[in-house]
């Protein structure tokens, strides 16, 4: 018998709410009709891994070792590649202060936001890939097609991360900057930004990072960057060469990755 | 010409909500009058009325809101001329309003931006002349010294302090207070009052503030309006807010403005609804304990 011994009465446990466990009930029940309807759509077919296990052996042992004949090149490439994401994270953030203002509810009319907010679902629903292929037609192969389609899309993102940073400030600065005789423009300028700028930092290094991971497929599709040379050596059977080129890639990313987080928490 | 004057304002929010119901006043130059009304009365509604902040009702008439000459806003609308009076008014807010990342040296130059022009103040370029013109403010109202320091690290009395240095700084000729003191301290709040009478009689700035606690109004302001479910129910010397004129007022919610008052507790003699919790701690201590009480509270 487990009682606190200076407490006299016996407390019973608090009924079970039935609205809540059948509402867990079918919030699991919908899970799993929603895993068994795509089972089919998916191709889901787990015994292929059994099967084809001798196969995919053969194939990872292609693998071993890694080959860095080519490493200049390969540095190179990957040096390219962050420079592509500088760029293309450089010119998103310059034009997301704008775009994420203008689609900020507590800064403009309901006409302005709407607007822009939909422009930016859209910069932001297509894929940088398919960017960078429509930019390789318009300003030809190479790393400056790809900074164009980190910049639509990146825009796309970091807009709508900015706005909301900017929904969520203390109006009250803002209010006291009015009362001085401001305009709007130097309200947002003295009394919003200060509000947001780690947020919008923190946001901004962040976006680089995955921009640096995004950067290294854009030249599957000719627009520049390490992923030119992966795309070539998969096609070529290059299989030793591949793995090193995915150990410089993994190396890099999160080189950039652990950097850009020590100085996100810097910041906020 | 007044410095302010107010007719027939009435503010709605909502439906039937009416924060004011056709208050009239005027106010000379220099000035300083205490606004009091408990809470919900409409005190910072009339305020931010006046600086042109939000507007009054549409429909309510000829309904006109004049500082120093000039119409700030007329039939529920704030007037285009308003930005150019904005900067002749000073607005000081319960809460600071400063902008807590910024310095309080930046804080304060944001004083000059109605002034200066548009693009200097869109890249914050501001000339020696007006640097030292918001230490001088700063200096004035006793925190000089903590110019570099971001506006978060001030105690709230210090931070109501920049926020005057601000109004200072924009060379404001009315200066309207919103609660400047409801969120202080009261060695604060005494500064902060005594701060703004020292501007109202060397400067002969026109001083309007808000206060819910009346013994403030009589002690710094000789000229109180006093509101009630937004409407003016007493305009005049202050020193006629006795108690017991004021319990005629107000009723029994007069003890929410007389709290805190040494002359209240006999004055009042009534039970003070927010204060229950307080005296039922008081009175649940052990006697030992009453004089350090005592001395916390003093």
């Known amino acids: ?268 | 010409m007044a410095a302010i004057s107010v007719n027939g304002l009435t503010k709605t929010f909502g439906k039937s909500n009416k924060a004011l119901n056709g208050v009239d006043f005027e106010i000379g130059h220099g000035e300083m009058v205490a606004l009091i009304g408990a809470s919900g009365s409409g005190k910072s509604t009339l305020i931010r009325l006046i600086a042109g902040l939000i507007e009054a009702d549409r429909k309510s008439g000829p309904c006109c809101i004049d500082v120093l000459g000039q119409t700030v806003q007329s039939g529920g609308r704030v007037d285009r001329a308003a930005s150019r009076v904005r900067p002749d008014i000073g607005v000081i807010f319960q809460q600071f309003n400063l902008v807590d990342r910024l310095s309080v040296l930046s804080n304060v130059m944001v004083g000059t931006l109605g002034r200066i022009s548009r693009w200097r103040g869109y890249f914050g370029i501001f000339t020696r002349a007006e640097r030292l013109m918001a230490m001088q403010a700063l200096d004035r109202v006793g925190i000089a010294p903590t110019a570099r320091q971001r506006a978060s690290t001030l105690s709230g009395g210090q931070q109501q302090r920049a926020a005057i240095a601000r109004a200072l700084v924009q060379q404001s000729k009315v200066m309207l207070a919103d609660e400047p003191i409801a969120s202080l301290d009261p060695a604060s709040s005494k500064r902060v009052m005594e701060t703004l009478k020292t501007i109202n009689e060397e400067d002969g700035i026109t001083v309007v503030v808000s206060l819910h606690q009346v013994d403030y109004a009589v002690r710094y302001c000789p000229r109180t309006i006093a509101l009630r479910d937004g409407q003016k129910i007493y305009d005049g010397p202050s020193s006629a807010l006795t108690p017991e004129f004021l319990h005629e007022l107000y009723g029994s919610s007069s003890d929410e403005l007389i709290l805190g008052s040494a002359t209240s507790v006999s004055g009042a003699g009534k039970t003070r609804d927010r204060d229950d919790d307080h005296e039922a701690a008081r009175a649940a201590r052990p006697p030992a304990r009453t004089p350090e009480l005592a001395v916390a509270t003093a």
């Open chain 1, 1 to 268: 018998m487990t009682q606190l011994a200076a407490h006299p009465r016996t407390v019973e446990l608090p009924k079970s709410d039935v609205k809540r466990t059948t509402g867990k009930l079918v919030m699991w029940a919908l899970v799993a009709i929603a895993l068994m309807l795509s089972w089919e759509g998916a191709d889901m077919r787990p015994m292929a891994l059994y099967n084809d296990a001798a196969n995919m052996a053969s194939f990872i042992d292609g693998f071993f070792p890694p080959d860095f004949y080519d490493w200049p090149t390969v540095a190179r490439e990957m040096v390219i590649t962050l420079q592509i994401a500088i760029w293309g994270t450089a010119l998103s953030i310059l034009c997301s202060i704008p775009f994420g203002i203008l689609s900020s509810e507590n800064m403009v009319p309901w006409w302005v936001w709407q607007p822009v907010r939909r422009l930016m679902d859209a910069f932001r629903a297509i894929n940088e890939i398919v960017f960078a292929m429509l930019f390789v037609v318009a300003v030809g192969l190479g790393p400056f097609a790809g900074v164009l389609a980190l910049w639509i899309h990146t825009t796309g993102v970091l807009a709508k991360l900015f706005s909301e940073a900017v929904e969520a400030i203390d109006p009250h600065p803002v209010e006291g900057i009015k009362s001085t005789g401001a305009d709007k423009i130097q309200q947002i300028i003295f009394g919003v930004i200060p509000q947001v700028m780690p947020l919008w930092i923190s946001y901004s290094l962040y976006r680089f990072e995955s921009n640096v991971r995004s950067a290294t497929v854009l030249g599957i599709v000719g627009a520049g960057g390490i992923g030119m040379i992966l795309w070539e050596q998969i096609r070529g059977f290059n299989y030793a060469g591949t793995a090193a080129t995915m150990i410089v890639i993994v190396v890099s990313v999160t080189l950039i990755d652990i950097v850009s987080q020590r100085l996100r928490k810097m910041v906020t």
